[in-house]
């Protein structure tokens, strides 16, 4: 469930009560408002069933100076609400709502893909862990490296952006997941000169090579992270998924390199695409699958021609670096 308070001028009153019952709440209650704002009110809803609510109401109150919206999680009510047999709706389920809002969804990757201090510095201790983890042929290490690795945030801003058509926050994601993958390379590639790189190392080895079983992971670590996100669902081990799909390869690749190792630092560099690639691919296909896109009609138009380009984009993208990997693994056999 969750807790919806609205403030809003006295003059939208009957338009605000009107919405309220067109959406049945669990319950509400209307009150006078607080400080600058006239009126307030406070509905309870259930979850899947708040998006349209708050939907309406910002389009009523959009164009007004004083008003706010705010959501809150309940964590428990008294007395239970009676919510009937089947709390969601045969055409709820036809159309395969979301849980988590809009507006919530936003907000939670906006803050996960922030290139901050924190940031940078988790992704460098996570990358000298992989290194060592890597090169040690430990898979416990390599493990706690994933666990601290940020990669999660800017893969699903970039993914839920798509599906939104939010340009601003595409941007934004890259730049992140850029500065972060490039910072932890760099300083991989650095710890290469203070150590031997052990080529006989399995856990190194295996992220240079490419085969079907590694696209699938990626493409699953994607929608795995996408559906946690838009059902609610805690995604700490999905982020756990996605590094193991980016960081390892990131790392690998630039240990190879420090190393004097081209050619797998190349195969490793190909498999960090292809994962981030098919990552990309899948969360956006999921996040569309759930019903995740603007509220109003033109934003909705932007949003379809983005999810169609950036998943031309991405295709394209994995089937020439799929061939890129294929000619390289036959060489690297011959």
Known sequence: MRFVKANFPEDKLGAVKDIIEQAKPIDWAMDEGYGKFEKAVEIVVDKGKGQELIDNLQELLEDEDDWRIVVLPIEATMPQADRGE????????????????????????????????????????????????????NVAIVIAAMVIAPLLGPILAFALASALG???????????????????????????????VDLES?????????????????????????????????????????????????????LFLGAGEFHYAAAAAILLVLNVICALLSAQLVFVYKGVRPRNWQNQKKAATSVIINAAVWITLLAGFAFLAYKLNLQQAL
């Open 202 to 254: 399995t856990e190194l080895m295996s992220r240079t090579v490419i085969n079907p079983a590694i696209i699938a992971l990626a493409l699953a670590s994607g929608a795995a992270a996408a559906l946690s996100l838009s059902t609610g669902i805690s995604s700490a081990l999905v982020g756990v998924m996605v590094a193991v799909a980016l960081l390892p390869p990131a790392v690998a690749s630039a």
């Open 86 to 137: 089947d709390t969601q709706s045969a055409e709820d389920k036809k159309n395969k709502k979301i849980i988590t809002l809009r507006e919530e969804l936003y907000q939670k990757v906006e803050g996960d893909c922030r290139l901050n201090a924190d940031f940078l510095i988790l992704t460098v201790l996570s990358a000298i862990v992989a290194a060592i983890g890597l090169n040690q042929d």
């Open 166 to 196: 939010n340009l601003s926050l595409m941007i934004k994601a890259s730049k992140t997941a850029m500065a972060g993958l490039a910072t932890g390379f760099l300083f991989a590639v650095g710890l290469s000169q203070f150590m031997t």
